[in-house]
């Protein structure tokens, strides 16, 4: 029995309960994503924010709601009073187009994160799930890339000599990484890296140039379990930020 702990992303928020019990593939987690409306002062009320910039009561950061008077018209005597027709926080003026954008109070889901074994909820709260699991499975730090598979090849030494096509398609095990090797590894093909020692600026990088293969980061205990499994099969979820060992 393996406890795999899975570090929630930022605004991200559980769906499950400790002692539910899950499939690999069911969502566990969602992004919590705010709405966004837009208030068209010109469109609809005639306001043109450029000629008239004082026409517009509430600016940036300012909290709305039915009973706030976002902007005034003037009229021959007594100026017409716009009512913010939503409630939340100003988030962009363009006074171009006389338009003004609000983020709503109510709330969405945006992307999702799934389980990548099956399962039962052992602890959930607002920054990780812990999945007690019968599969040999491995947290990870970070990483980037894609699912993907291959056959775990365990290398003792980081030199970029060392790599040949015979590590294409595999996931090589390396300690304390550079980004030339990282980058020569991509180049022939791998399926994926883990190391136990990796800088941020290359995660960075990778994240930049989208690319697919999937790079992990590990801690120094799961970095000595993992080399004792030279030769397997290894599932990597760089979303659920998981490997597993078949």
Same mark, same amino acid.
């Given at each position: ?16 309960? #400790? @002692? ?15 709405? !966004? ?69 109510? !709330? @969405? ?27 040999? #499975? ?11 598979? @291959? ?62 293969? #999937? ?32």
């Amino acid at each position: 029995m393996t406890l795999l702990p899975i570090i929630l992303p930022k605004n991200y928020i559980a769906k499950v309960s #400790a @002692g539910d019990k899950i499939e690999a593939g069911k969502v566990i987690a969602y992004q919590k994503e705010f709405k !966004e409306e837009v208030i068209h002062l010109f469109k609809d009320y005639g306001i043109n924010l450029s000629k008239n910039p004082n026409a517009l009561k509430r600016g940036l950061g300012d909290r709305v709601d039915e009973k706030t008077i976002l902007a005034t018209k003037k009229k021959l005597f007594n100026p017409k009073k716009i009512f913010s027709p939503v409630q939340g926080t100003i988030v962009k003026i363009d006074k171009d187009r006389g338009d003004v954008y609000v983020k709503t109070n109510l !709330e @969405g889901e945006g992307q999702t994160l799934l389980s990548p074994v099956e399962g039962v909820v052992d602890f959930c709260d607002n920054e990780k799930i812990v999945i007690k699991t019968e599969k040999d #499975a491995i947290s990870v730090v970070t990483a980037s890339g894609e699912k993907t598979e @291959g056959i775990l090849k365990v290398l003792a030494q980081v030199e970029p000599e060392s790599l040949s096509e015979e590590q294409k398609n595999k996931v090589l095990l390396v300690p304390n990484t550079t980004r030339l090797f990282v980058f020569k590894a991509i180049g022939i093909g791998i399926n994926g890296l883990i190391s136990n020692e990796i800088d941020e600026e290359i995660f960075e990088e990778l994240l930049e140039k989208k690319i697919k293969a #999937a790079v992990c980061l590990v801690g120094n205990p799961e970095f000595e379990k993992l080399k004792k499994q030279g030769g397997k099969l290894v599932l990597i979820n760089p979303e659920g930020k998981s490997i597993l060992i078949e």
